[in-house]
Protein backbone atom coordinates (compact mmCIF):
# COMPACT_ATOMS: atom_id res chain seq x y z
CA UNK A 1 0.00 0.00 0.00
CA UNK A 2 1.38 3.40 -0.94
CA UNK A 3 1.26 6.16 2.29
CA UNK A 4 1.90 9.74 0.89
CA UNK A 5 3.78 10.83 4.07
CA UNK A 6 4.59 14.87 3.93
CA UNK A 7 5.37 17.40 6.33
CA UNK A 8 8.25 17.65 9.12
CA UNK A 9 11.29 19.65 9.46
CA UNK A 10 13.28 21.73 12.12
CA UNK A 11 12.16 23.56 14.55
CA UNK A 12 12.78 24.91 18.27
CA UNK A 13 11.63 22.96 21.60
CA UNK A 14 8.19 24.54 22.12
CA UNK A 15 7.41 24.72 18.44
CA UNK A 16 4.64 23.02 16.62
CA UNK A 17 4.91 20.54 13.18
CA UNK A 18 2.17 18.98 11.43
CA UNK A 19 3.02 15.68 9.63
CA UNK A 20 0.37 14.64 6.99
CA UNK A 21 -0.65 11.12 5.32
CA UNK A 22 -2.33 10.39 2.04
CA UNK A 23 -4.25 6.51 2.20
CA UNK A 24 -5.81 4.73 -0.51
CA UNK A 25 -9.83 5.34 0.23
CA UNK A 26 -10.21 1.94 1.13
CA UNK A 27 -7.08 1.92 3.94
CA UNK A 28 -8.28 5.23 5.26
CA UNK A 29 -12.21 4.01 5.66
CA UNK A 30 -11.86 0.69 6.72
CA UNK A 31 -8.35 0.32 8.62
CA UNK A 32 -6.43 2.10 11.89
CA UNK A 33 -3.74 4.29 10.81
CA UNK A 34 -1.09 5.14 13.03
CA UNK A 35 2.25 7.57 13.10
CA UNK A 36 5.40 6.02 14.18
CA UNK A 37 9.12 7.55 14.96
CA UNK A 38 12.43 6.19 15.19
CA UNK A 39 14.93 8.21 17.02
CA UNK A 40 18.99 7.05 16.50
CA UNK A 41 19.86 4.20 18.23
CA UNK A 42 16.42 3.46 19.49
CA UNK A 43 13.25 0.97 18.26
CA UNK A 44 10.71 2.20 15.93
CA UNK A 45 7.36 2.90 18.21
CA UNK A 46 4.28 3.54 17.33
CA UNK A 47 3.44 7.32 18.73
CA UNK A 48 -0.47 8.01 17.59
CA UNK A 49 -3.14 5.80 15.84
CA UNK A 50 -6.70 6.57 15.08
CA UNK A 51 -9.53 3.43 14.35
CA UNK A 52 -11.82 3.43 11.04
CA UNK A 53 -14.35 4.97 13.53
CA UNK A 54 -11.81 8.24 14.88
CA UNK A 55 -11.07 6.57 18.09
CA UNK A 56 -7.99 7.58 19.27
CA UNK A 57 -4.54 6.54 21.29
CA UNK A 58 -1.45 8.10 22.02
CA UNK A 59 1.79 7.10 23.72
CA UNK A 60 2.64 8.55 26.85
CA UNK A 61 5.30 10.51 26.11
CA UNK A 62 3.33 12.87 23.62
CA UNK A 63 -0.08 12.61 24.99
CA UNK A 64 -1.34 16.17 25.76
CA UNK A 65 0.75 17.27 22.90
CA UNK A 66 0.32 15.67 19.81
CA UNK A 67 -2.73 14.81 18.16
CA UNK A 68 -4.30 12.79 15.66
CA UNK A 69 -7.28 13.68 13.16
CA UNK A 70 -8.60 12.47 9.54
CA UNK A 71 -9.94 14.81 6.69
CA UNK A 72 -12.38 12.19 4.92
CA UNK A 73 -12.62 14.42 1.95
CA UNK A 74 -9.30 13.89 1.44
CA UNK A 75 -8.45 10.52 3.14
CA UNK A 76 -5.55 12.26 4.95
CA UNK A 77 -4.97 11.24 8.33
CA UNK A 78 -3.08 14.37 10.02
CA UNK A 79 -0.55 14.66 13.39
CA UNK A 80 -0.30 17.55 14.42
CA UNK A 81 2.30 17.88 17.34
CA UNK A 82 2.71 20.84 19.74
CA UNK A 83 5.28 21.82 22.47
CA UNK A 84 7.79 19.95 20.64
CA UNK A 85 10.77 18.42 22.43
CA UNK A 86 14.41 17.99 21.51
CA UNK A 87 13.04 13.86 22.78
CA UNK A 88 10.86 14.34 19.98
CA UNK A 89 13.33 13.94 17.26
CA UNK A 90 13.07 11.11 14.73
CA UNK A 91 12.25 10.00 11.44
CA UNK A 92 8.09 9.54 11.51
CA UNK A 93 6.35 6.91 9.38
CA UNK A 94 2.77 6.63 8.45
CA UNK A 95 1.97 2.68 8.53
CA UNK A 96 -1.33 0.49 9.01
CA UNK A 97 -0.62 -0.88 12.70
CA UNK A 98 -1.48 -4.75 13.10
CA UNK A 99 -2.48 -5.28 9.43
CA UNK A 100 -1.56 -7.68 6.88
CA UNK A 101 0.04 -4.54 4.43
CA UNK A 102 1.93 -3.25 7.26
CA UNK A 103 5.29 -4.93 6.17
CA UNK A 104 5.10 -3.51 2.23
CA UNK A 105 4.07 -0.28 3.39
CA UNK A 106 7.14 1.11 4.94
CA UNK A 107 7.94 4.56 3.17
CA UNK A 108 10.49 7.04 3.30
CA UNK A 109 9.27 8.84 7.08
CA UNK A 110 9.62 12.25 7.68
CA UNK A 111 12.23 13.94 9.25
CA UNK A 112 11.64 15.92 12.39
CA UNK A 113 14.11 17.54 14.14
CA UNK A 114 13.76 19.49 17.49
CA UNK A 115 16.57 21.99 18.54
CA UNK A 116 17.47 25.30 19.61
Known amino acids: VQLVESGGGLVQPGESLRLSCLAPGAIFKFYTMGWYRQAPGKQRELVAS???????HYADSVKGRFTLSKDYGKNTVYLQMNSLKPEDTAVYYCNIPDSVYESDSWGQGRQVTVAS
Open 50 to 56: VTSGGQT
